[in-house]
């Protein structure tokens, strides 16, 4: 317990890459994990007993976050437009900016070679860290995009050509949201 307190005080005192400190729930989310990792290793008789790790105050309200379940009912209320968005960026990671910015120059729906499916590359310029990666995609992802009708371009794009704006999408799922009466945070 003592070198969690440690760590604890260290990582508070610590600077992100952005030279600024820590957040309290970045903290807190690595605090989490360990806690998991020992929950699992108390349960697997690696060690006789859990130490206290008390997650540190101030942690900003987290926003809803859906269950599986939750997540099928949600996606079944989407338009086509909103849930191909919605199943790329779950099972990607991408932020929604690094979606809406896909151009089909960046996507690679055939598999790479040893690769189960393909992946998409999200340039430095566009990317929260300024560099390059690529990103591996599941088969519901490649399905998601294939579903898209242009193949030059944006890869969202709506019905009349024009490209999908985060405000469209931010609607559309605020409306099923509420009415799906899903918590707002």
């Not at 989310?29 to 206290?52: C, D, F, G, N, S």
């Not at 371009?153 to 999408?169: I, K």
Request: charged share 30%.
């Amino acid at each position: 317990e003592a070198a969690i307190e440690r760590y604890t005080r260290t990582r508070t005192q610590t600077d992100s890459r952005r030279k600024k400190p820590l957040a309290v729930g970045s903290v807190n989310r690595e605090l989490a994990t360990l806690r998991r990792l020992l929950r699992l290793a108390h349960e697997w008789k690696v060690i006789q007993r859990i130490p206290r790790i008390r997650l540190l105050r101030g942690e900003h309200a987290r926003q809803f976050v859906i269950n599986h379940s939750q997540e099928r009912i949600y996606l079944a209320a989407l338009t086509d437009l909103v849930r191909d968005v919605a199943e790329v960026l779950l099972d990607t990671g991408l932020r929604l900016g690094e979606a809406l910015s896909l151009d089909w120059s960046q996507v690679r729906l055939e598999p790479a070679n040893g690769a189960k499916f393909g992946f998409l590359t999200i340039l430095s310029v566009k990317s929260k860290s300024k560099k390059a990666r690529n990103v591996p995609l599941s088969q519901r992802a490649v399905d998601a995009l294939g579903r898209q009708s242009a193949r030059t371009g944006f890869v969202f794009q709506q019905a009349d050509g024009s490209l999908a704006t985060a405000a469209h999408l931010d609607h559309q799922h605020a409306r099923i949201r509420t009415l799906l009466k899903f918590p707002v945070d």
